[in-house]
């Protein structure tokens, strides 16, 4: 089966400037998670949803960061405006009801100078 | 403290047993997690264990699991070169199945 899709791959972007990555998740898997993963740390949850609808965003900070879900597939995760502290990997990950495990994708790797 | 704590760096010898250590604070969790990222590349499950059993073991991986404690161990036996990467134990809870993650372990294997 396809893994979970995330594009761009990398990105590069100033400081108060906007960026948004999207993600594909594994068909058929009802749950897609949103980690940020700051360079020499392990990965935080920042928003999870349950089809199109959201679970748990309490780590969103919603100030700056949206993300949507709306057919309750390909998910986009968008800041703006961006800070130097955004710097991080953006990992998308599903998973399934049925299933105990949990897929990564590959990450988009942010960069605000 | 942290929800999930490690270590931050193992170094061993090719060929020698390698172990890593994660304590977590939650008991509810249900299943445990062993993850493995390599440099720029996401994370790639190694195996699990669900929070009744004790212990698992999966060719060259063995994880065990001391619930009183709240300790979860990785031993990796006959350690390569290839096993050179940063390991990341996690935790499901039980409401939201969420995954906690601890903030890695680097594990260094000198030939």
């Known amino acids: 089966e396809a893994g979970v899709a995330q594009s761009p791959r990398y990105k590069i972007i100033e400081k108060r400037q906007s960026v948004a990555f999207w993600c594909n998740p594994i068909?058929?898997?009802?749950?897609l998670y949103w980690y940020q993963q700051i360079l020499g740390q392990g990965p935080k949850l920042l928003i999870q949803f349950q089809n199109n609808g959201v679970v748990d965003d309490s780590q969103l900070p919603k100030d700056r960061f949206s993300a949507e879900r709306l057919k309750g597939v390909d998910s986009t995760l968008k800041i703006q405006p961006a800070k130097l502290e955004d710097s991080a990997v953006y990992l998308c990950?599903?998973?399934?009801?049925?299933?105990?495990?949990?897929?990564f994708g590959s990450g988009t790797r942010l960069t605000v100078v | 403290g942290e929800d999930v704590e490690q270590s931050l760096f193992l170094s061993v010898r090719e060929g020698d047993s390698s172990v890593i250590n994660c304590t977590y604070t939650?008991?509810?969790?249900?299943?445990l997690y062993w993850y493995k990222q390599e440099p720029g590349a996401g994370l790639q499950l190694l195996t699990y264990i669900f929070s009744n059993m004790d212990m698992k073991q999966d060719q060259r991986l063995t994880v065990l699991l001391n619930k009183k404690d709240k300790h979860l161990s990785l031993r990796i036996a006959d350690t390569q070169t290839g096993d050179s990467a940063i390991y990341f134990c996690a935790r499901r809870n039980n409401a939201g199945n969420m995954l906690t993650f601890g903030g890695g372990t680097r594990l260094m294997v000198k030939p």
């Open positions: 990950a599903s998973s399934s009801s049925l299933e105990w495990g949990y897929t």
């Open positions: 939650d008991s509810s969790s249900t299943y």
């Open positions: 068909s058929g898997h009802a749950t």
